[in-house]
């Protein structure tokens, strides 16, 4: 029997910087993590598959509030340049500055600063969750192996509580709670 021959497609060339089609068929991304590569230094980004807010809201783990307040931590991290990722000095460049940090991340630096003191300050295990987790981005199973707390390890679920009760205080914080209306169990009134 004569083999059959199958041609050869062209293939595509390929932005690498994006997800490919396939993986974007199977669920979105998140804004990509930039870090630095261990072994050589050179800047890469990661794109994280998982948003950990996201899940916890669709599953009803947290409220749009806690969410809203993850969010709002997590872009004033951003905007206080506290990840590990770090440009090159202003000292270098000819025309440069010099100058360290710009007012803009001087006061998000500030309000990060206030709300971890709202969880207790950095040392405690729902601000250590909340730079972690919200800030740095890492995965709470991650925090929980890696980091922990105290320099214990802790077990998934209660690193996962660590981080719903830090987003309550959070969104107490960001002033983000809404006040509930009393529910009505369709009853009259007590005594009618």
């Not at 980004?45 to 009803?60: F, I, K, P, Y």
């Not at 749009?64 to 506290?82: I, P, T």
């Not at 919200?134 to 980091?147: D, F, K, N, T, Y």
Request: aromatic content about 4%; proline content about 5%.
């Amino acid at each position: 029997m004569a083999a059959k021959r199958r041609r050869k497609s062209k293939l595509e060339h390929e932005n690498l910087s994006k997800p490919t089609k396939w993986r974007l068929q199977h669920g979105g991304f998140s804004e990509p993590v930039r870090e630095a590569d261990p072994g050589t230094g050179t800047p890469i980004a990661h794109r994280r598959a998982v948003d950990t807010l996201g899940a916890m809201l669709a599953n009803g783990t947290i409220t749009q509030a806690m969410h809203d307040a993850g969010a709002v931590f997590r872009a004033q991290f951003r905007a206080a340049a506290l990840d590990t990722l770090r440009a090159m000095p202003l000292e270098r460049i000819p025309a440069g500055t010099g100058d360290p940090l710009t007012e803009r991340q001087v006061g998000a630096r500030r309000k990060v600063a206030a709300a971890l003191n709202a969880l207790g300050g950095h040392r405690s295990a729902a601000g250590s969750c909340a730079w972690h987790v919200l800030g740095c981005e890492a995965s709470v199973r991650e925090w929980a192996a890696r980091q922990g707390w105290g320099g214990r390890n802790i077990g998934h679920s209660q690193a996962q509580g660590i981080l719903v009760a830090a987003l309550g205080v959070l969104a107490g914080h960001y002033g983000l709670h809404r006040e509930a209306a009393p529910r009505s169990s369709g009853r009259g009134a007590p005594g009618s």
